[in-house]
């Protein structure tokens, strides 16, 4: 079935550090991927997605790239700011939204 | 618009005892769904509701009971709650033909 792995946090960072987390995923034929944030104490909210390979969603700073021939959605940001500490999950859909699959989720704390 | 709202925040339950999570969003969204998020795992859906009367499974029903009662409200429901449904609890929306997904700010459950 379709899944989604991504990197094991925590992820710690200091402020304007480059940030990488990996996101891979196994699916048939061609899924949205999307890349939700969850600030403490909230829900999640989506910060960005690519509907095809090749796509970049970008938002905020963040980017990812859709890569049909390694199957990846890898979130990078150039630098990081303290407000940027989050949990980050990975996330595909093929058809619809209730086929949705979301990863383990990474958590990322940036220090001043 | 206060967007997805959930009641309560945070709950403490025996064992065998039953309870409602209360889900509303104001959007005039036709789809609701509940996930639960577990450490390690990521999110997995519970129940869906594509439009208003019907209701669907997701990926982990057993144990739980859900009611569309009008477009707005989708509640969850655990008839005899047991130690293996401490978790948070969120309930989402979408508009019709969208795949992005708005969260509420989830709902704490231990079960003791």
């Known amino acids: 079935g379709n899944s989604v792995t991504q990197m094991e946090g925590p992820v710690t960072l200091s402020e304007e550090a480059f940030l990488t987390i990996n996101c891979t995923y196994t699916?048939?034929?061609?899924?949205?991927l999307f890349w939700y944030v969850q600030y403490p104490g909230e829900g999640l909210q989506l910060l960005l997605k690519?509907?095809?390979?090749?796509d970049k969603g970008s938002n905020k700073g963040f980017e990812a790239t859709y890569r049909k021939e390694t199957t990846s959605f890898h979130l990078e940001k150039g630098s990081v700011q303290v407000s940027d500490s989050a949990v980050y999950f990975c996330?595909?859909?093929?058809?619809?939204?209730?086929?949705?699959?979301f990863g383990a989720g990474t958590r990322l704390t940036v220090k001043p | 618009n206060a967007g997805v709202t959930q009641t309560p925040k945070f709950q403490v339950l025996k064992t065998g005892q039953s309870m409602t999570l209360q889900c509303a969003q104001d959007?005039?969204?036709?789809?609701m769904y509940w996930y639960r998020q577990d450490p390690g795992m990521g999110l997995r859906l519970i129940y869906y509701?594509?439009?208003?009367?019907?209701?669907d499974k997701g990926e982990v029903p057993n144990g739980y009971n859900v009611s569309r009662l009008n477009k707005r409200e989708f509640s969850l429901r655990l008839e005899s709650a047991a130690p293996s449904q401490t978790s948070v609890y969120f309930c989402?929306?979408?508009?019709?033909?969208?795949?992005?997904?708005?969260f509420g700010p989830g709902t704490r459950l231990l079960v003791l």
């Open positions: 996330a595909l859909s093929r058809y619809n939204n209730n086929d949705m699959r």
């Open positions: 699916a048939t034929g061609y899924p949205s």
């Open positions: 690519a509907t095809k390979a090749d």
């Open positions: 959007m005039n969204h036709n789809s």
């Open positions: 509701s594509a439009s208003e009367g019907t209701t």
């Open positions: 989402a929306s979408n508009p019709q033909g969208l795949k992005t997904q708005y």
